[in-house]
């Protein structure tokens, strides 16, 4: 199992910028991001290939958000520019070992999640 530890998350104003950091136990296939918000479904956010430079997103990020890893220290990162009250959510980091499945579909191992406001 792989453990992941989330971090960076916090409170701005729309606008703003934050940046998560995810430290993995292991490297695995592939590492995403994903939030939820309150009383809606959890969504994937971003996600990128260890071994290449694939990166994917949801339509409601693209052009605001940037995934990147750094393999030396097991860590993804989430850069989120000009935020809305709508990227509020806790945000988690999730592993995936498989080639198999969609793109936001067979992430086995998860984080506790960091908590992301973005105040209008």
């Known amino acids: 199992q792989v453990q992941l530890v989330e971090s960076g998350g916090g409170s701005v104003q729309a606008g703003g910028s934050l940046r998560l950091s995810c430290v993995a136990s292991?490297?695995?296939?592939?590492l995403g991001w994903f939030r939820q918000a309150p009383g809606k479904e959890r969504e994937g956010v971003a996600r990128?290939?260890?071994?290449?430079?694939?990166?994917y997103y949801a339509d409601s990020v693209k052009g605001r958000f940037s995934i990147s890893r750094d393999n030396a220290k097991k860590t993804v990162y989430l850069q989120m520019n000009t935020l809305k009250p709508e990227d509020t959510a806790m945000y988690y980091c999730?592993?995936?070992?498989?080639?198999?499945?969609?793109?936001?579909?067979?992430?086995?191992?998860w984080g506790q999640g960091t908590q992301v406001t973005v105040s209008s």
């Open positions: 292991e490297l695995t296939y592939s």
């Open positions: 990128i290939l260890t071994g290449s430079s694939n990166t």
């Open positions: 999730a592993a995936r070992t498989t080639v198999y499945g969609g793109t936001w579909a067979a992430f086995n191992d």
